[in-house]
């Protein structure tokens, strides 16, 4: 069990080294989740950052920390893209190397803005498929050149950085908060900023949300102590960590007041949301925390509520996934094989009786067999409202159409769609 806990001296002085390189992001009333919920709705937009997260205040902090020795031995980082960034900004602003491994599957737009914080202070290794992959390269780095690494989350100086946003949303605060909701990956935002609100704002209930896919925290907090998850759903990128750090689960038990992991199609429900009512562009794990209102909407109502909407390092070539894991999530998609008679007449059929007037299909491949009665067709048919499914399915009961339903079915989905 660590020992360290951050003390509001050392987060005051964490305020002042970042003063300058981040800033004090605007802390607004959201007019339209506020009236959805009864509650009154603050966000905290660290997505206006000028990395676009909150992850430059741990980096610059930890880094600008670093004795002279340290820093001419070079930094070296692992990251999905936004600690990678804060990383990289921080090598620019103070002129020394960084080299920074990310996973293979990071959104191109997060490399390329590594790239532009960074200039040519940053080296990119692209290594791995998870955060985990590409951490295991960085410390094997570091032991064979004697890089100084830069840890995402479990280290006291990043933590203390990431703590300062906690000091900026109380001193922004128009009124007592009594909900706070925060994203949690490997737990640094959650350890400093829980901190932070445990000592100045002790009747707050700090709330942790983590992507369902992803929920290493819980599953230490269940085990009692930091767990290896042996899969994740890599979707909300910025917060999928197989296993949270030592230091940060210890702070996070005395700190989190309640636990809440949100399906992945549910973020982007968010994501859809908050860009067509506020216009307000986020990245998955910058969606959790808004997210999470919908599993607490009960306890919420009448209460002032603030949650850090944490990201915005969003590629736009990931919308359409991002629409149809929504509609998936919202029960608006329905994906079957359907076995249609090899006869003329037999889609026009389909068409006519068993779509309603308000269904669409988005998707259609069919396969003729010959010597078949029957041939394959991939059919998704998109509906209006999610009560629409159920007469369907009748229709298509009625109709005696073999079919068979592809969405709880996610390797054979998968493969198909």
């Known amino acids: 069990m660590s020992d360290y806990r951050p003390q509001l001296h050392d987060i005051q002085k964490a305020k002042q080294r970042i003063s300058g390189v981040v800033v004090n992001t605007p802390l607004t009333l959201n007019v339209p989740l506020s009236e959805r919920y009864g509650a009154n709705i603050w966000l905290k937009r660290e997505d206006m950052q000028i990395v676009r997260s909150y992850k430059i205040r741990g980096a610059y902090n930890k880094i600008a920390g670093l004795s002279p020795e340290e820093l001419a031995r070079g930094v070296v980082c692992a990251s999905a893209g936004n600690h990678a960034q804060g990383v ?102 959650m350890s400093g900023v829980g901190s932070v609100f445990k000592n100045l704002s002790p009747d707050t209930c700090v709330v942790g949300v983590e992507a369902a896919g992803a929920a290493s925290m819980r599953a230490a907090f269940d085990k009692g102590e930091p767990v290896a ?89 990931r919308m359409e996934e991002i629409k149809e894991r929504s509609q998936l999530h919202e029960g608006l998609q329905h994906y079957f094989i359907v076995r249609f008679p090899q006869r003329a007449g037999a889609l026009r059929e389909f068409l006519e009786h068993v779509l309603g007037p308000d269904d669409d299909i988005t998707f259609f491949e069919y396969s003729k067999k010959n010597s078949r009665e029957r041939g394959p067709a991939v059919v998704g048919i998109e509906l209006q409202r999610a009560e629409d499914y159920a007469p369907l399915v009748k229709r298509m009961n009625e109709r005696n159409i073999v079919y068979e339903y592809l969405n709880d079915k996610p390797d054979l989905f998968q493969f198909l769609v």
């Open 88 to 189: 990289a900004l921080a090598c620019s602003k103070l002129g020394i190397i960084g080299t920074i491994f990310m996973p293979k599957p990071t959104p191109n737009q997060k490399i390329h803005q590594v790239k532009m914080f960074g200039k040519d202070n940053v080296n990119i290794v692209l290594t791995g498929d998870t955060y985990d992959d590409s951490c295991a390269e960085a410390l094997a780095w570091c032991r064979e050149h004697d890089g100084t690494f830069i840890h995402p989350f479990n280290d006291p100086q990043i933590i203390e950085g990431q703590a300062t946003l906690g000091l900026d949303i109380l001193s922004e605060a128009c009124c007592d908060f009594h909900y706070i909701l925060l994203p949690i990956g490997g737990g640094g935002l």
């Open 229 to 317: 998850l042996p899969q994740i759903d890599n979707f909300a990128d910025g917060i999928a960590v197989r296993k949270v750090g030592d230091i940060t689960y210890d702070i996070c038990r005395e700190v989190v007041d309640k636990l809440v992991a949100v399906p992945e199609g549910q973020i982007c429900t968010t994501i859809l949301r908050l860009y067509n009512e506020s216009a307000i562009v986020v990245e998955p794990a910058g969606a959790v925390s808004v997210s999470a209102l919908e599993n607490i909407k009960d306890e919420i109502r009448g209460k002032n509520v603030v949650c850090v909407i944490s990201g915005s390092n969003n590629d736009i070539t």
